[in-house]
């Protein structure tokens, strides 16, 4: 039992390192009422259940989107980070609080598709996990992942609502946030490689 809580934190902290700064960056956006923290937490929530259900399926033998394409998914967040900039540019001058980050449209259901955009190559590492585990290990896992999700949202809160980071980052903030979702998505996309094989089969 210890040794699966063991290797279940571990496996989580080396897939999820980076969902520290995309929550921080939520939590910051969410500090001028672009969100409502809530729903940051329900989002990653739901976007990470999301990822841990296909996995499951897929460790079951099911594959429901080929692995060469789901880089596809950075297109989640480079959508939300471009409109974000296009907001951006066009309130420019404006009351800051009249703005508006993308992260509002989205909701929670952008939150829970950024979290599956940016975890999608977690997908490759849980399903080998959960397929060599007996069941009552991945469910062990599994409750030690939802866990740690908590503690990553506890943790990215106090950065992203603390008064210094906020009076540091209030400037660059409505640049901050879009620039972090495009190069997000940007890195998924050519990171999967799904551009060169797109560019391969319209060739």
């Known amino acids: 039992m210890i040794a699966t809580i063991a290797a279940a934190v571990g496996l989580f902290a ?12 939520l939590f910051l956006a969410s500090t001028r009422g672009a969100l409502p923290g809530w729903k940051v937490v329900a989002g990653q929530y739901l976007g990470f259940i999301a990822l841990v259900a296909l996995s499951v399926v897929a460790a079951a033998g ?36 009249e703005d508006e980050s993308a992260i509002r449209a989205g909701g929670l259901l952008g939150v829970a598709g950024i979290t599956i955009a940016n975890g999608a190559d977690n997908i490759s590492l849980y399903t080998p ?7 009552p290990d991945t469910v062990v896992t599994i ?4 866990v740690l999700v908590a503690v990553w949202c506890v943790v990215a809160r106090f950065v ?14 409505h640049w901050l946030v879009p620039a972090v979702f495009i190069g997000l998505g940007l890195y998924i996309l050519i990171d999967s490689g799904v551009i060169v094989r797109l560019l391969e089969v319209l060739g």
């Open 129 to 135: 996990v959960f397929r060599t585990s007996p069941i």
């Open 143 to 146: 409750i030690v992942f939802l």
């Open 14 to 25: 080396a897939t999820n390192i980076d969902d520290i700064v995309v929550l921080t960056v």
């Open 62 to 97: 099911l594959t429901i989107v080929p692995d060469e394409w789901v880089g596809f998914l950075g297109l989640v967040p480079l959508g939300i980070g471009v409109y974000g900039l296009v907001r951006t540019l066009r309130r420019r001058g404006a009351d800051d609080d």
């Open 160 to 173: 992203g609502t603390n008064k210094r980071v906020t009076e540091t980052l209030e400037k660059i903030e």
